[in-house]
């Protein structure tokens, strides 16, 4: 079975402060992916990235950075110079084929609350 | 266009009361999901669509009963729930495929059974 650990249950910094989110994640398969959603308070899972298990590229988009390290089983998050819009509840999943087609199920860890002080 | 409509964004009903959640996506995405969230915890997946056949159902009670009319559009009908059934219900959808694509979160329906 499956599984994702984000050992972090909440992280409160200054504005500004870099941050970083923790994800380790199980599984048996040679190919799967993991990705990162943001939950502000509004509610809405906002899709921030997508990473297959054959492309350990780190990638860097603006303020967001993730480390993506096959042998620790870990894909980290970073924000870069925190701002108060980034508080949220970040989660971190693993997807798993299940049968056919467009059959995916979405292993989530449960959650790091980051709230950002300013 | 990477949106995913919900309605109503709010419920409150009885226990003997039927309701339908309603979602939406215009993105030709071939897959649809139905979430159940409660209050700290990560999204329960509960059912998925694929090209509109009802591919996967999570053990979930009877009470939901989900319904795809056409690629664009997933309900979850509601009858006879309980209060434990409070919760917020996420609609998601994507691409679809044999390869794992993002899926993409509606706002939400937070219910409240009374």
């Known amino acids: 079975a499956q599984k994702v650990t984000q050992a972090q249950t909440e992280i409160s910094v200054v504005e500004k402060e870099d941050v970083t989110l923790d994800c380790v994640y199980e599984?048996?398969?040679?190919?799967?992916?993991l990705f990162w959603y943001k939950q502000p308070p509004s509610g809405e899972l906002v899709f921030l990235i997508r990473r297959n298990s054959f492309d350990e590229q780190n990638e860097i988009s603006g303020r967001y950075s993730w480390n993506f390290q096959k042998s620790t089983s870990s894909f980290n998050f970073t924000i870069t110079a925190s701002q108060v819009v980034d508080s949220a509840v970040y989660f971190c999943a693993l997807s798993e084929a299940l049968g056919s087609f467009g059959n995916e199920k979405l292993t989530f860890g449960t959650g790091t609350r980051l709230t950002i002080i300013p | 266009d990477t949106e995913v409509t919900q309605t109503p964004k709010h419920l409150v009903m009885g226990m003997t009361n039927k309701k339908s959640l309603k979602c939406e996506q215009h993105?030709?995405?071939?897959?649809m999901y139905w979430y159940k969230q409660k209050a700290k915890k990560p999204p329960e997946l509960m059912f998925v669509y694929s090209y509109e056949k009802l591919s996967i159902n999570e053990s979930v009670p009877s009470r939901f009963s989900p319904e795809c009319p056409n690629s664009s559009l997933l309900n979850l009908h509601l009858h006879a729930l309980q209060p434990e059934d409070s919760a917020l219900y996420l609609c998601?959808?994507?691409?679809?495929?044999?390869?794992?694509?993002?899926?993409?979160f509606g706002p939400g329906t937070r219910l409240t059974v009374t």
């Open positions: 998601a959808s994507s691409q679809g495929g044999r390869k794992s694509y993002e899926q993409y």
């Open positions: 599984t048996r398969d040679t190919t799967y992916y």
């Open positions: 993105m030709g995405h071939r897959a």
